[in-house]
């Protein structure tokens, strides 16, 4: 399936964001910045994002792989479907990107208390 202008634009603002915010921080990025590397309009950005902490939340799903539907082993063997199961790694290509961004969300979430309480409320696997 294709994906839509809107679609492509989002998720080059999700991949700029992520790559700035581990690399500056999320203080020292300003949607600004997100937009100049994206190439995406902030006016597009504000459309999708209603301020920096939703676009840093979106992209903290992103990294975790909460876009990936999680495979559900079916082999007819009960112990191996719950290792492979219980071994599941989502993502396992954003892990040295989720690496490099949580010191800095951390950091950011300790000084931002509305920020921390989304980040906490927001779902894990």
Not at 19 to 32: I, V
Not at 35 to 46: D, H, L, P, Q, R
Not at 87 to 103: C, G, H, K, N
Not at 114 to 124: D, I, M, R, T
Request: aromatic fraction near 8%; charged fraction near 25%; charge should be positive.
């Amino acid at each position: 399936m294709a994906r839509t202008r809107s679609q492509v634009a989002h998720q080059k603002v999700i991949e700029a964001a992520i790559a700035l915010f581990a690399e500056r921080g999320l203080d020292a990025t300003s949607m600004d910045t997100i937009a100049e590397v994206s190439g995406v309009s902030k006016a597009t950005i504000y459309k999708h994002w209603s301020n920096k902490d939703a676009l840093c939340l979106e992209a903290l799903s992103y990294l975790v792989g909460n876009d990936i539907r999680v495979p559900v082993p079916d082999t007819g063997d009960l112990r191996a479907d719950l290792i492979a199961r219980l071994s599941y790694q989502p993502a396992p290509d954003r892990a040295y990107l989720r690496e490099r961004i949580m010191p800095h969300v951390l950091a950011y979430a300790s000084r931002n208390l509305e920020f921390g309480n989304a980040l906490y409320a927001v779902p894990k696997r």
